[in-house]
Structure formats: C-alpha cells, structure tokens
Nanobody
Framework: QVQLVESGGGLVQAGGSLKLSCAAS??????????MGWFRQAPGKEREFVAAIDGGSSAGYYADHVKSRFTISRDNAKNTVDLQLASLTPEDTAVYYCAATRQAYGAASSKYPHLYDYWGQGTQVTVSS
C-alpha cells in the first residue's frame, strides 16, 4: 500500500550538512494522514529514533541528541518528507530509514519503531572525522 524511497545519503566531513529525502507512493490514503518518521541504525546497534512529523499539523518531534542539529519537514503536495542534517559528527554515521504510520498514537510514541507500518530501504550516511 505504501512504498517509501529514501535518497540523499552519502559521505560528508564532520561539521558538514546533508539533506535526506523520502518519497512516498500511496494507494489508499492521502499522504497527510500519515505520521512520518526517520530512524537510523549504526553497525552493531539497534535502530533508533531520529525525528517524526505529523501529517496534518506538521508538528515535529526529535530525539534529544539531534534536536538542535536536524530538521524534519514535509511537503504533502509532493508526498515527500525531508530530514536536514547539520553539524554532523562521526557518531551520526548510520543507515537512515524513513517510516510511515497512520496509527494515531501520541507524540511521545513517535520514537517506537514497532508503531510504524511501512519502511524504506534506507540510505547510508557516513561522516568522516
């Protein structure tokens, strides 16, 4: 029902910036009914929450460790959600995944991967020191 394709990953030096994009292909429900999330997974570590954004209000939620550096946004007309990464450090190196859910959980639940129904294949972000 929903296909998500991430793009924009790559190799960047510490302190640099990168913009990730996620394009959604939908069949049943409009894009603005989905909460969209970004997660990341580094080698040997569990998948962790990065940011999420509501469908209608576009309210954003962030993990504490990225709150002042990353910005999530969406364009409901284009069915896309972006994640702007800034002040990158080697600790930000990971595969970044886009996810979508229509389940109406509270904002505090945005950080739980199991509450998202659809996932992209991921895009690699590598930050060199």
């Amino acid at each position: 029902q929903v296909q998500l394709v991430e793009s924009g990953g790559g190799l960047v030096q510490a302190g640099g910036s990168l913009k990730l994009s996620c394009a959604a292909s939908l069949r049943a429900f409009p894009f603005n009914t989905y909460r969209m999330g970004w997660f990341r997974q580094a080698p040997g570590k569990e998948r962790e929450f990065v940011a999420a954004i509501d469908g209608g209000s576009s309210a954003g939620y962030y993990a504490d460790h990225v709150k002042s550096r990353f910005t999530i946004s969406r364009d409901n007309a284009k069915n896309t959600v972006d994640l702007q990464l800034a002040s990158l450090t080697p600790e930000d190196t990971a595969v970044y995944y886009c996810a979508a859910t229509r389940q109406a959980y509270g904002a505090a639940s945005s950080k739980y991967p199991h509450l998202y129904d659809y996932w992209g294949q991921g895009t690699q972000v590598t930050v060199s020191s």
